[in-house]
């Protein structure tokens, strides 16, 4: 678990290093079972983006990590508030009951977000997913907030 924890935190400060465009950093709270949530980094791709989450989740007799990767559609409703979608991918470990599990999923995502005049997010969401490993399932996700700092 350590490894991947590693490996993950490698891949977001790779990714913060690529490009200095519009960023937003903070945490998503909630959108999966028990105590969940996950550092969240949106990275702007002119009027779309990218968001990258480094997640955790507390449960039961359960733990898990996960990074999941987003590419959203931008949408503008009014100058401060506006609603994206987009598809993306999840990848995870869990452990249950001493058992260890990896999952691998395709993932989307649609929600809505409101930029204030100071350089604050807040954003309102729900990210579904398609299991492919170990099975094949479908989950729903739950509706999570997000509180991010632009710079």
């Not at 999966?32 to 779309?48: D, P, T």
């Not at 100071?118 to 170990?134: G, W």
């Amino acid at each position: 678990m350590k490894k991947v924890l590693l490996v993950l935190v490698a891949i977001m400060g790779f990714a913060f290093a690529a490009n200095a465009q519009s960023n937003n950093l903070g945490i998503r709270f909630g959108g999966g079972q028990g105590y969940n949530a996950e550092l969240s980094w949106q990275h702007g791709l002119g009027n779309n983006r990218l968001e990258t989450d480094l997640g955790w989740a507390f449960y039961n007799q359960a733990s898990s990590m996960s990074l999941t990767c987003i590419y959203q559609i931008v949408l503008g409703i009014s100058n401060h508030f506006a609603w994206y979608i987009g598809p993306g991918a999840y990848i995870g470990m869990s452990k249950v009951d001493g058992n260890s599990n990896f999952g691998l999923a395709v993932a989307g995502q649609v929600g809505i977000e409101y930029d204030f005049n100071i350089p604050l997010q807040l954003s309102l969401d729900i990210r579904p997913r398609f299991h492919v490993i170990p099975s094949t399932d479908f989950h729903w996700g739950d509706i999570a907030l997000g509180v991010r700092y632009r710079f």
